[in-house]
């Protein structure tokens, strides 16, 4: 009997890839959601063209009152939600999700919306299911990384992560709406051993990535692993994350909108997200499709000091496959039974990073390492 996996927002940016991906595996079968029917069956046909199996198609919006009748319709084992921005949405879908007996996935970086998904955890943990909130390149990704290396250190004492996608790369509203929802706005991060205010966007940095890729610009970000990290290594005195556009002007635009933001001139940057995103397509031709990701660890072994850097670089345009790498390495061990975790939890300690890079084999993806022992 085949793993029946329901993946909303199935012909979106990152769930067309998702559901192309688990479509090629005979042991599931795939459902492609979206609120377009006709948009939803091109994809499905689209995709099982490609992979040789069935894929089928429904359409219905995840807002809607009635979410979790249609999904009992589906009659799911998995829900993959990719249909953000997750930053103005509750876990009804989730919800939704447990109350017809199926496991729950989802691509959130929003702090409060993954941070806030263990308020479900009882409801989880008696249905003898699974809820996972952050299944994207953050906390996913980077918290795999961190659980790797970890180990390598007798004091942790500081965690610097960034991601700087090529300007070529494919982005949706959804992307461009959830980066504007944190803009100017007001968050924490651990800083000093304690908690410090930080602003979406600003304390801007150059960070300087393999030559491929070069030196880009990063600004301070509102992601879960701010909040999430220094929980899960004690000790660890600092933790940052930024985030930067590769074409300069871009980069710099959205900081001066920033400081308007920030000063509430302007109250919701991320209503104007379809209007940022057709401004940004204008310059669509420019810089290139190649991507990086960075996390540093800093700390001490044996009385010396260790430094330690992972570099992913992406090419050929396949950065935004990277971000639904989780979601797809959670959906083959909960088919395959050696996923044994029950709950509702973030994105952490679920897979290796040996699984997630093993997933990523036959993308222009490759990761180095680095370490300097003082």
């Known amino acids: 009997m085949s793993f029946r996996v329901v993946v909303l927002g199935g012909y979106g940016n990152f769930g067309a890839r998702i559901a192309g991906t688990l479509a090629r595996d005979p042991a599931m079968a795939v459902t492609v959601v979206g609120r377009e029917p006709s948009r939803a069956a091109d994809t499905a046909a689209t995709i099982a063209l490609e992979c040789g199996n069935r894929v089928d198609a429904a359409a219905f919006d995840v807002s809607a009152r009635d979410v979790g009748a249609r999904l009992r319709t589906l009659e799911p084992n998995l829900v993959i939600h990719t249909c953000g921005p997750f930053q103005s949405r509750d876990h009804g879908v989730a919800r939704a999700a447990l109350s017809v007996g199926a496991h729950y996935v989802d ?54 992560l960034g991601i700087a996608p090529g300007n070529r790369t494919p982005r949706g509203s959804a992307t461009v709406a959830s980066v504007a929802s944190y803009v100017g706005r007001q968050f924490g991060v651990w800083d000093g051993g304690v908690w410090q205010p930080a602003y979406g966007w600003q304390r801007l940095r150059r960070y300087r990535y393999p030559p491929v890729v070069g030196t880009r610009w990063l600004a301070d970000c509102d992601v879960p692993d701010l909040e999430l990290f220094p929980e899960r290594y004690p000790g660890v005195q600092s933790v940052r994350f930024g985030a930067g556009l590769e074409l300069p002007f871009l980069h710099f635009g959205l900081w001066l909108l920033s400081w308007p933001s920030r000063w509430r001139w302007i109250a919701r940057l991320e209503a104007h997200a379809e209007r940022l995103r057709r401004g940004s397509e204008w310059f669509a031709k420019l810089g290139t499709d190649v991507g990086a990701m960075h996390v540093e660890m800093h700390g001490f072994r044996r009385g010396h000091r260790l430094d330690l850097i992972w570099t992913l670089v992406a090419g050929h345009g396949d950065g935004p496959q990277i971000p639904c790498t989780a979601a797809i390495v959670i959906a083959r061990k909960l088919a395959a039974g050696t996923l044994v975790a029950r709950g509702a939890l973030p994105c952490v300690g679920l897979f290796s990073l040996e699984e997630c890079l093993r997933e990523l084999e036959g993308y222009d993806v490759r990761t180095i390492i680095d370490r300097t022992l003082v």
């Open 107 to 160: 691509l959130a970086d929003a702090r409060k919306f993954v941070c806030g998904i263990r308020a479900i955890d009882d409801a989880a943990r008696s249905r003898e299911l699974l809820v996972v909130s952050g299944a994207s390149t953050v906390p996913g990704l980077s918290g795999a990384v961190l659980d790797a290396f970890a180990h390598e250190f007798d004091v942790l004492q500081s965690i610097d």
